[in-house]
């Protein structure tokens, strides 16, 4: 008879199906395998073939694609190397319209994320309800209707003009203004969310010691309620960040050619043929080693910001 979680004679139940834990998780790897390392491993091999003419890849090891992407050889291929700064200016470009993007959902995201978390209990699946309800449309149908809203004939430079603010319409359709307002639009509740579940667990009898002790709010806040929802705030931050920094409906519909970001310029080398399926697919193991990094860094401050075990 096991009592108080220990089985007689055996160790804790958790341990009952230590034997079997491993083939448990054998569809779980399956699927991982199959679905994540197999088209990250088939894009690493094909980063370093040679680009067809036709579209495609012929199967002859080249490091022509990260030649490319960081070296100018000339039109002919036959100049001295210089620093190809094109590809380079859209990476900066994408790094910190990304970064801008989560700035931006941080500063909107967490006092939506503390309003919502200091409601009744009962009122606060209605907020998150509203917060996400939007998100039930297709990203490729809110990304157009953003679109259609920042037009020069749209609904916002037509509010304006009528209300005399503006004498003659805002062009705000491709420009970078167009591209961030999309990024944030997009992924807002991606930082609202985990910051609301990390406000929720917070034990607000912090909050009342720190005005006991004569604390002002602005110092509560920074001292005491960030601190202990720090983890959250570092959770909604990666999950704007990394989305954004490969977004390419964003900076396609509204922000045009002159406004790439590394995701559209990926999706471009695979369509059609005069796609560059190499060249693609280095940009994507670079924009990948970018992305491993920046999870990198978040974990290390994660497992500071939660502190010894």
Do not use: H
Request: net charge positive.
């Amino acid at each position: 008879m096991a009592g108080g979680g220990v089985q007689k004679g055996r160790g804790p139940v958790s341990e009952t199906y230590a034997p079997v834990r491993y083939p448990l998780l054998v569809p779980a790897w399956a699927v991982l395998l199959v679905f994540v390392a197999a088209p990250v491993a088939m894009m690493l091999v094909y980063s370093f073939l040679t680009k067809e003419f036709r579209g495609g890849v012929i199967w002859e090891f080249s490091l022509a694609a990260y030649d490319q992407f960081f070296f100018d050889r000339g039109l002919f291929g036959d100049e001295p190397p210089r620093i190809e700064w094109t590809y380079i200016t859209i990476f900066w470009r994408s790094i910190w319209q990304a970064g801008l993007a989560t700035l931006l959902s941080l500063l909107i995201g967490f006092p939506t994320a503390y309003f919502i978390a200091t409601r009744p209990k009962d009122t606060r699946a209605i907020w998150v309800f509203l917060i996400t309800i939007p998100y039930w449309v297709n990203l490729l149908i809110r990304t157009v209707s953003m679109r259609f809203l920042l037009r020069e004939q749209g609904p916002l430079n037509d509010t304006l003009l009528a209300l005399g603010v503006l004498d003659e319409p805002l062009r705000l359709i491709n420009t970078n203004l167009a591209v961030q307002l999309g990024l944030f639009y997009s992924y807002l509740p991606f930082m609202v969310l985990p910051i609301y579940a990390a406000v929720e667990r917070y034990n607000f009898t912090y909050s009342e010691a720190a005005a006991d002790l004569y604390a002002t709010k602005w110092a509560t806040l920074r001292r005491v309620v960030l601190p202990a929802v720090k983890p959250g705030v570092i959770a909604g931050c990666i999950l704007v960040f990394v989305p954004s920094l490969g977004a390419f409906l964003a900076p396609d519909l509204l922000g045009g050619a002159k406004n790439f970001m590394i995701g559209s310029l990926i999706e471009e080398q695979f369509k059609g043929n005069a796609g560059n399926w190499p060249f693609g697919a280095a940009a994507s193991m670079i924009l990948l080693t970018l992305v491993l990094i920046a999870l990198l860094v978040a974990t290390s401050l994660q497992r500071r910001a939660e502190g010894p075990r």
